[in-house]
């Protein structure tokens, strides 16, 4: 069972970067497909992005196409998520998933391993 870990999250500008990581342990990590997820306040959690295990193919939400950037590592059992052009609606607490088998799941409900949670914060 793999257990993961975010890392990076923090207070930034409008208009900044942040690089978020999840680090991987315990499991196969590349055999496994990894997304990205947020929660705002008040609102369900929501798709950001999804890498296959080879890193060959990504999805990502229209919200973020263009600013964010999602890649892997798999000789560091670590995915990661480039963040430019922060906006402040991209405030939420960032998580990390992971499920076994090819698809990209945009749905939560599809990934089987979550982590803890890591906050960003953008401010106007």
């Known amino acids: 069972q793999v257990q993961l870990v975010e890392s990076g999250g923090g207070l930034v500008q409008a208009g900044g970067s942040l690089r978020l990581s999840c680090a991987a342990s315990?499991?196969?990590?590349?055999?496994?497909?990894m997304g990205w997820f947020r929660q705002a306040p008040g609102k369900e959690r929501e798709f950001v992005a999804a890498?296959?295990?080879?890193?060959?193919?990504?999805d990502y939400a229209a919200s973020v196409k263009g600013r964010f950037t999602i890649s892997r590592d798999n000789a560091k059992n670590t995915v990661y998520l480039q963040m430019n052009s922060l906006k402040p609606e991209d405030t939420a607490v960032y998580y990390c998933?992971?499920?076994?088998?090819?698809?990209?799941?945009?749905?939560?409900?599809?990934?089987?391993?979550w982590g803890q949670g890591t906050q960003v914060t953008v401010s106007s």
């Open positions: 315990r499991g196969t990590f590349s055999s496994y497909t």
């Open positions: 890498i296959s295990w080879s890193g060959a193919r990504t």
């Open positions: 998933a992971a499920r076994g088998g090819p698809m990209l799941h945009t749905s939560p409900d599809g990934y089987n391993y």
